[in-house]
């Protein structure tokens, strides 16, 4: 990762950079390239919690610091910190250049011997309402409730073009602005939609009258903060242009019990869903108690004693991995053996090692799916009878004993012990026993098993997810009911088919609601 250190005698810079609406995904390449060689990152108010986090986990290194202060305040801290050989982001929301404050800042930058960069981003009125499903069109006229904006103004231009008027502010603005607008000639009757956390999978829109904002009967008691209000007749085609609240998963928020290195494609798939994925570890992976066993196993796979090796996991693959890389040893040691693999995700991490494995299961995707492709020693054309089986200390002996039965011998070794995570806050805790979950989604037996050990069950009403038979046999042995399987016992299929089956419940709904 690229980083700016101080040099002495070298003077730093100052970057604006426009962070967009709120979903981090719209950080631009020249954002991202920015912020990986800043020193410090001062952070406007209204830039949204994922982008932020979204910077703290790609540059952890990076300080964030909050933006206080007038303009020409925070143009001083950032110049101070410039002269002192930093580069220092100035990170907004939406475009730098689309917010009068900022401007200033920029100007103040600008009268001192600091350089500064400005980076675009994607404007806040524009980005907003397309997420809200509403095609503004050429006229379209924005604003900023925050900036002392003549409402009178807007509302006889908006009224005299039938363009599309945005504006941006804090929910509590909204009615005296609303009224304004009507009193300025915008006809009470204009279609409005009111958005608040645009862009984000928190994302909520109400759609009311004009009037009935300025009447404080819209519904919008529960917005607090910034808001974003689309005003105009556009907003009447946005039950056929909506497309990211009409996601099958919009909203749900859906358990992920995984540990944080294993839930981001789990997590990254949920979110292009619509859902609020909540990370909850339930296990912690630790190397075995004592190295030895796998030091040997190791050492035979070089030597050539086993004819296969059985991958039950990517924790094993992992484990494997790091073996290797502890004794300096790499792909190449893999010559002679063939591979085989439980599952297709775990087959993806064989391929990263740069391995192709000759044994994937053409049907289930779990020990048993294997067992019924693996082939029976043939001691003619098997000139190895041995199979390294590393796996993690408990293990079912499912797999082992079907091998054996085969006339294979095993060495059945423990790459990694599994251990229970600590219980989650009190707040997590309620939420999965009194139902605050949509839907959680389970990628093992052990997994089940040590969430009700650390958290209890799952309310009834949360939909259950599981990746394949052995942890759904699992799941009903604790009393829960299963109702999302994927044909496919990977992340990317138990996510995809948990969305059809939300997609089916909603269609299930408006058909329910028709009648």
């Known amino acids: 990762m690229t980083r700016f250190r101080k040099t002495a005698g070298q003077t730093g810079r100052v970057v604006f950079v426009g962070a967009g609406p709120g979903d ?42 909050p933006a206080v202060g007038e303009p020409a305040e925070v143009a001083k801290a950032a110049v101070a ?5 930093s580069v220092v982001v100035r990170l907004v929301a939406g475009d730098p250049y689309a917010s009068d404050p900022v401007v200033k800042e ?32 050429g006229t379209m006229v924005t604003a900023d409730l925050r900036s002392g904006v003549d409402l009178a103004a807007l509302a006889g231009a908006a009224a005299s073009t039938g363009g599309t008027l945005v504006l941006q502010g804090v929910a509590e603005e909204l009615p005296d602005a609303a009224a304004r607008l009507v009193e300025g000639g915008l006809a009470g009757s204009t279609p409005v939609v009111v958005t608040t956390g645009g862009s984000g999978t928190a994302q909520k829109s109400v759609v009311a009258k004009l009037v009935a904002v300025a009447e404080k009967t819209a519904g919008l008691d529960p917005f607090t903060g910034p808001v974003v209000a689309t005003v105009g007749t556009a907003v009447d085609k946005r039950a056929r242009l909506s497309w990211w609240e009409s996601r099958p998963l919009f909203g749900w928020r859906v ?6 290195d294993q839930a981001g494609e789990m997590s990254d798939r949920l979110r292009a869903y619509g859902a609020v994925p909540v990370e909850v570890p339930t296990i912690a992976v630790e190397p075995p108690r004592s190295p030895a066993q796998m030091d040997r196993a190791i050492k035979g796979l070089v030597t050539g004693r086993y004819g296969w090796i059985v991958f039950t996991s990517v924790n094993a693959v992992k484990a494997v991995r790091e073996k290797f890389a502890e004794l300096g040893l790499d792909a190449r040691a893999f010559a002679g053996v063939k591979v085989a693999c439980v599952g297709e995700q775990t087959a993806e991490a064989v391929r990263a090692f740069g391995i192709q ?20 020693y043939d001691d003619v054309f098997d000139p190895i009878n041995r199979v390294l089986l590393p796996r993690a200390d408990i293990a079912t002996e499912t797999l082992a004993a079907g091998l054996v039965e085969r006339g294979w011998e095993i060495d059945d070794v423990t790459a990694y012990r599994t251990v229970r995570a600590a219980p989650p806050a009190a707040s997590v805790r309620e939420a999965i026993k009194g139902g605050g979950f949509d839907a959680v989604c389970f990628t093992s037996s052990s997994t089940v098993r040590n969430l009700v050990g650390i958290a209890g069950k799952p309310h009834a009403k949360t939909v259950v997810a599981v990746i394949g038979p052995a942890t759904a046999a699992s799941a009903q042995e604790f009393g829960l009911r299963v109702d999302v399987q994927p044909e496919t016992a990977a992340v990317g299929p138990l996510v995809d088919a948990l969305a059809e089956y939300a997609a089916s419940l909603r269609a299930a709904a408006e058909d329910g609601a028709e009648k």
């Open 24 to 65: 981090p995904g719209m950080l631009t390449a020249r954002a991202t390239a920015a912020l990986a060689g800043a020193a410090l990152v001062l952070v406007d108010p209204d830039v949204s919690p994922a982008v932020q986090d979204a910077v703290r986990e790609a540059h952890p290194g990076t300080e964030l610091s």
């Open 81 to 85: 910190a410039a002269k002192n050989g």
């Open 106 to 137: 920029v100007l103040a930058v600008g009268r001192t011997s600091v350089p500064f960069d400005v980076v675009p981003g994607v404007a806040t009125s524009t980005a907003v309402p397309a997420y809200a499903g509403v095609a503004t069109g």
């Open 255 to 260: 358990l992920v019990p995984r540990t944080k």
């Open 357 to 376: 494995p000759e044994l994937v299961p053409s049907g289930e995707q779990s020990s048993q799916g294997l067992l019924a492709d693996f082939p029976p």
